[in-house]
């Protein structure tokens, strides 16, 4: 992908993947049938909302670097660490 003018980000959402709640999958469907919009869906929705600005720094440090002098993510990351 080297010179793709693109990217993505995929930050991980509360209760899905690593951040499953305790129960894991048989814990969100039991939610989800429970009550799908306020138990399941608004939940997601909001902690990631308010999670999102840790990692805002991040992708303004990226950004800059990018216009400086090439897509050096991998440098910008290590960097912040």
Known sequence: MEGLDAWRV???LPD??????EGGQDELMRRGYEDAV?????????VGAQEFPAPWPNFVIASACRKMDGW??????????
């Open 72 to 81: 050096r993510w991998s440098a910008v990351r290590s960097a912040r660490r």
């Open 16 to 21: 899905n993947g690593d951040r499953l709640p």
């Open 10 to 12: 995929y930050l991980g």
């Open 38 to 46: 306020l138990r399941l869906n608004v939940p997601i929705a909001s």
